[in-house]
C-alpha cells in the first residue's frame, strides 16, 4: 500500500488527473473532475516544488475541497444567465401577468378558471363568473389572481 | 509506515467520500427533498447543488413532470342497474415536491383509489345510455372532484379520461340488436314510402294520359261533327248545283250519273273475293230500271239505229220496264 504511494511523482499525478476527468465524461456527477484538476495541479505543483508524496496527498485533498467553492462561484456568473427556458416545469409560474375568464364565480376565496383545457382553482378577491382576473402570483398548484 | 502516512491516505479519501456526499446534481424534470436528521428543511431544484454532508440527506426524488397513470378496470353499476366495465388514465403533475412527498404516502395509489370511487360515484348516478354518450361530462365532474382533493397533496390533476366503457356481452348484443332494427324499420319506412310516391306518380300519370286521350277524341269528334258539317254543306250545295242543272237541263243526265253509280257499286260487289252469291234487294231491281234512262241519251246521242239496239237488249233481259224512278240522294261520304 505504502509502495503505491511512495512511487507518486509528477507524471502519476498528471495521468491519474487526466484519467479521473475522462471518468468524469463517463460517468458525470461532477466531483471527479474536480479530483483530476486537484490531481492536475498538485502534478505540475510538484514539478516546482518536490514535496514527499504524503504531503502531495494533502495538498491533492485540500485543492479537491477548494474546488467546490471556486466551481460554484464559476457555475454561478455562467450558469445564471444560460437556461432558455426558465419554466421547464413550473408551468405555474408562466401563467403570472396572464389573464384569464372565470368559469365558477370566486366565492369565500375560491374559483376555478379554464386553462389549456384543464381547469385550475384559483384564489383571490371574490368576483362573479365570467369577469376576467389576472393571475398575480402562483405558488406550486395554486394560483392568486386578482381583477383584472 | 508512520501514522502521518495513514493520515495522509485517510483524510484524501475522507475528502473524496465527503466531496461524493456533498455535490447533487439534480437532473431536469425532478426535485430532490432534503431533509436535515430525519426533517425536511429544503428542495433542491435542477442543476448541480451542494448539501451539508453528515447534516442533510436527500429525501425524496420527486419527479415534476406531467405524468399518466392507469386507472385499473373496474366494474360499475349504472343507475338502470347495468353493470359495465369501465378504464381510464388520468395525467398528473407535482407542483410541490415537499407537499408530495410529506403529505401523502404512496401518491400514485392514493391517486388511483380516489379516481376509482370516484368513478363508481359519478357513474353510479347516471343511465346506462347516459354513462355510454356523456364521456365529457364525467371526464369533467371527475376532474373536479379529483383535483380538489388531491390539492393538499402539491399536486394538480390536469385530466382524467374514461378510456373504455365495456357493458355485459349480451348488453352489447342486444343493443346491436336495437340498432339493427331501427336500420331496418328506416328502410322498410323509405321503401314503402318510395313505393307510394312512385304508385301516385304512376296513376298521376295515367289520369294525365287518360285525360289527354279524351281530349284528343274530344277534339277530333269536334273535327269530325266540323267535317261533317261541312260535307253536308258540300253536298247540300252539290245537290243544289245538281237539280240546278237539271232545272236548266235534261233529267236523263241524271239518270246517267245514277246508272253509272250503280253499276260501279255492282262491280265492286261481284269484286268482292269470297262472295260469289249477291243478295239483291227487290227495289234495287227497280233501279235497273234507270238503264232506260241510258237508252234514251244513248238515242239521243247516237241515234236511232243504236236505239233500237239498245231496246232490243232491254226486251231480252227479264227485267220489267217500270221507267226511271228517282233514287234517293244519299250524302257523300
Known amino acids: ?148 | 509506515m508512520t501514522g502521518f502516512d495513514i493520515f495522509a491516505i485517510a483524510f484524501v479519501l475522507l475528502v473524496i467520500v465527503t466531496l461524493f456526499a456533498g455535490v447533487k446534481t439534480v437532473p431536469q424534470g425532478y426535485d430532490w427533498t432534503i431533509e436535515r436528521f430525519g426533517k425536511y428543511t429544503r428542495t433542491l431544484a435542477p442543476g448541480l447543488n451542494l448539501i451539508i454532508p453528515y447534516f442533510d440527506r436527500v429525501g425524496r426524488k420527486m419527479n415534476m413532470m406531467e405524468q399518466v397513470i392507469n386507472i385499473p378496470e373496474q366494474e360499475v353499476i349504472t343507475k338502470d342497474n347495468a353493470t359495465v366495465t369501465v378504464d381510464g388514465v388520468a395525467f398528473f403533475q407535482v407542483f410541490d415536491a415537499a407537499k408530495a412527498s410529506y403529505e401523502v404516502a404512496n401518491l400514485e395509489q392514493a391517486i388511483i383509489v380516489l379516481t376509482m370511487t370516484n368513478i363508481r360515484s359519478v357513474m353510479g348516478s347516471m343511465d346506462l345510455d347516459q354513462v355510454l354518450s356523456h364521456r365529457d361530462e364525467i371526464n369533467e365532474r371527475l376532474l373536479r372532484v379529483v383535483d380538489a382533493a388531491v390539492s393538499p397533496w402539491g399536486l394538480k390533476v390536469n385530466r382524467i379520461e374514461i378510456k373504455d366503457i365495456v357493458p355485459p356481452a349480451d348488453l352489447v348484443e342486444a343493443m346491436g340488436r336495437q340498432m339493427k332494427a331501427e336500420r331496418v324499420k328506416r328502410a322498410d319506412i323509405l321503401q314503402a314510402e318510395g313505393q307510394r310516391q312512385s304508385e301516385i306518380l304512376r296513376a298521376e300519370g295515367a289520369k294525365q294520359g287518360q285525360i289527354l286521350q279524351a281530349e284528343g277524341r274530344k277534339e277530333a269528334a269536334f273535327r269530325d261533327a266540323e267535317a261533317r258539317e261541312r260535307s253536308a254543306e258540300a253536298e247540300a250545295k252539290a245537290t243544289q248545283m245538281v237539280s240546278e242543272a237539271i232545272a236548266k237541263g235534261d233529267v236523263a243526265a241524271l239518270n246517267y250519273f245514277i246508272a253509272d253509280k250503280y253499276i260501279k257499286a255492282f262491280g265492286q260487289l261481284a269484286d268482292s273475293p269470297n262472295q260469289k252469291i249477291i243478295m239483291l234487294p227487290i227495289e234495287a231491281m227497280s233501279i235497273l230500271g234507270s238503264l232506260a234512262g241510258i237508252g234514251e241519251i244513248a238515242k239521243a246521242t247516237f241515234g236511232e239505229s243504236a236505239a233500237s239496239a239498245a231496246a232490243a237488249a232491254r226486251r231480252t233481259s227479264s227485267v220489267p220496264n217500270t221507267g226511271p224512278t228517282p233514287p234517293p240522294v244519299a250524302p257523300q261520304r
Do not use: C, Y
Open chain 1, 1 to 148: 500500500m505504502a509502495e503505491i504511494f511512495s512511487t507518486l511523482g509528477t507524471w502519476n499525478w498528471l495521468i491519474f488527473g487526466f484519467i479521473l476527468m475522462a471518468l468524469e465524461l463517463l460517468a458525470p456527477g461532477i466531483f471527479l473532475f474536480w479530483l483530476g484538476l486537484a490531481a492536475l495541479l498538485v502534478g505540475l505543483l510538484s514539478f516546482v516544488i518536490n514535496p514527499s508524496w504524503q504531503t502531495q496527498l494533502l495538498l491533492f485533498a485540500i485543492f479537491t475541497v477548494a474546488a467546490v467553492p471556486a466551481w460554484r462561484h464559476f457555475a454561478r456568473s455562467a450558469g445564471s444567465r444560460s437556461q432558455s427556458n426558465p419554466f421547464l416545469n413550473k408551468r405555474t409560474e408562466a401563467l403570472i401577468g396572464r389573464e384569464f375568464t372565470l368559469e365558477k364565480p370566486i366565492v369565500d376565496g375560491t374559483g376555478t378558471v379554464r386553462i389549456d383545457d384543464t381547469i385550475w382553482r384559483v384564489a383571490g378577491p371574490d368576483a362573479p363568473a365570467g369577469s376576467r382576473v389576472k393571475v398575480v402570483q402562483a405558488d406550486g398548484a395554486s394560483l392568486t389572481v386578482a381583477a383584472a
